[in-house]
């Protein structure tokens, strides 16, 4: 069959050899991320038409105001892990603490956690700007049979076995890795069917788009304010292109396709950046990595960072090798 007409499921079914735990558990995870991502893409391509967006009134761990569509993706997202019997923890953006799944037989058997900000970007929701899931997924390292642990969940982002990335845009693609390149799949909603649609997504070693939020600037470490004149210097291949949507999956995927770097840096006002290791930054540098591109808090590897805490923060500097090298370049030039 050619790729491009292969379905998700086809395509989890081939390669299910392989994940190296495989016994259908990959399948039973990525599934259950298809139908929900399904769920979701149906509420958010009608956000506009019905009493469902706009703030929920409360707030998350985050201090940021809960959309509506928030808490519906958050929930959607959380039921169908359950329901598959393959997690045996839940970690999102918008539950203040993991959540225990203890399985059909209250056995805590299952293998698996998940990680996961379930409606990335959605103070675009209003402004009809493309949004996002982010998942990211580990084997339990506690014993099986018991409760899982935030132990369990503070893994560094080398043991993730599975990430990716929904995108809500004009189209709705998942993208994921489970370490072995990574692979986007396009959604036809008509019949509700994922179909192969960009086989072998590679970042380009090099690229001419920095995305990062200029108005931060006079906040900036000298670092990134050296690097973002290097990209506005009239020389060689430069000026770059600035491009910022505010959405990290919707700025990392185009990114990726084209060739850039996103950087979201620490600032005087969020000391330690904005994105979270656990559920962003991790997940998305595992894709990157995957797709040959390079991931840093401007200075060392995103993915061997040793986690503690459920939602911290860490500096993010993602996307086409050759650009996030010469931004660490200027990061350390600037210490
Ligand atoms: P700022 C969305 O809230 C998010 O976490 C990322 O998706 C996005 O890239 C970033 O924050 C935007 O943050 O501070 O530039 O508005």
């Given at each position: 069959m050619k790729d491009r007409n292969k379905t998700l499921g086809e395509f989890i079914i081939e390669k299910q050899e392989e994940f190296k735990y495989s016994s259908g558990e990959l399948s039973r995870i990525i599934n259950s991320i298809r139908l929900a991502a399904k769920v979701v893409s149906h509420k958010v391509n009608k956000a506009g038409l019905v009493d469902i967006v706009g703030a929920a009134g409360e707030q998350n761990i985050q201090g940021e105001d809960q959309q509506k569509l928030d808490v519906y993706a958050n929930e959607v997202f959380i039921q169908t892990l359950i329901n598959r019997e393959i997690v045996c923890g839940i970690a999102s953006e918008e539950n203040d603490d993991f959540i225990t799944v203890q399985g059909k037989d209250a056995s805590?058997?299952?293998?698996y956690v998940v990680l996961m900000?379930?409606?990335?970007?959605?103070?675009?929701i209003d402004v009809n700007v493309s949004v996002g899931t982010i998942f990211s997924v580990y084997r339990r390292?506690?014993?099986?049979?018991t409760p899982v642990t935030l132990e369990d969940f503070l893994q560094?982002?080398?043991?993730?076995?599975a990430a990716g990335y929904v995108i809500y845009g004009t189209s709705t693609m998942l993208v994921y890795t489970t370490g072995h390149g990574v692979n986007g799949f396009t959604l036809n909603p008509a019949i509700g069917t994922f179909y192969?649609?960009?086989?072998n997504m590679k970042y380009a070693p090099d690229g001419k788009i920095y995305s990062i939020n200029e108005g931060n600037y006079i906040h900036f470490p000298q670092g990134v304010k050296d690097y973002i004149k290097y990209c506005q210097l009239e020389e060689g291949d430069r000026p770059y292109t600035s491009r910022y949507i505010g959405s990290l999956v919707s700025d990392f995927h185009r990114n990726m396709i084209k060739g850039g770097v996103y950087i979201y840096p620490t600032s005087s006002k969020a000391p330690n950046g904005?994105?979270?290791?656990?559920?962003?930054c991790n997940p998305m540098a595992f894709i990157a990595e995957q797709a040959g591109g390079k991931a840093s808090d401007g200075f060392d590897r995103i993915l061997e960072i040793k986690p503690t805490e459920l939602h911290q923060r860490v500096p993010f500097f993602c996307g086409s090798r050759n650009m996030v090298e010469k931004a660490e370049e200027f990061m350390t030039n600037a210490t």
């Open positions: 805590h058997n299952n293998k900000d379930p409606l990335d970007g959605s103070s675009n390292i506690t014993p099986m049979g560094p982002g080398v043991n993730q076995v192969l649609s960009h086989p904005k994105l979270r290791l656990l559920y962003e």
